[in-house]
Nanobody, 114 residues
Framework: QVQLVESGGGSVQAGESLKLSCAAS????????TGWYRQAPGKERELVAYRRSSGSTDYADSVRGRFTMTRANAKNMLYLQMNNLKPEDTAMYYC????????WGQGTQVTVSS
C-alpha cells in the first residue's frame, strides 16, 4: 500500500521561506508523475507543481520563480522549496502521485502572515 506523509509546514512572515517534504512508502516515486497541491479555506484544491515521469516540471503561474519542486529518488522523498512566501500562499499543502493522482498525503499547513 502506498503511503505519503508530508511535513515541514508552519507559520511564517511574508518574504520568508519554508521547505516541505513528502515521504513515500511502497512504489518508488521515480516511476510516476508527482505533484504538490494546495487548498485554501473556501477554495478548490489547486495544482502548485507537477513533475512528469520524464522529469520535466511545471509550476502554477502564481508560484513560478518562487517555488521549486525536487525529488530524491534514492530516499523516495519529494520536496517543495518555497521562497518569498506571500499571504496568498496560505493553504493546506498536499503531495500526490499518479496521473490522475491516486495517492494523497494528509497535508501540512502553511500559514503566511503579512
Amino acid at each position: 500500500q502506498v503511503q505519503l506523509v508530508e511535513s515541514g509546514g508552519g507559520s511564517v512572515q511574508a518574504g520568508e521561506s519554508l521547505k516541505l517534504s513528502c515521504a513515500a512508502s511502497g512504489t518508488p516515486f521515480s516511476i510516476e508523475p508527482t505533484g504538490w497541491y494546495r487548498q485554501a479555506p473556501g477554495k478548490e484544491r489547486e495544482l502548485v507543481a507537477y513533475r512528469r515521469s520524464s522529469g520535466s516540471t511545471d509550476y502554477a503561474d502564481s508560484v513560478r520563480g518562487r517555488f521549486t519542486m525536487t525529488r530524491a529518488n534514492a530516499k523516495n522523498m519529494l520536496y517543495l522549496q518555497m521562497n518569498n512566501l506571500k499571504p496568498e500562499d496560505t493553504a493546506m499543502y498536499y503531495c500526490a502521485r499518479g496521473d490522475p493522482p491516486h495517492s494523497w498525503g494528509q497535508g501540512t499547513q502553511v500559514t503566511v502572515s503579512s
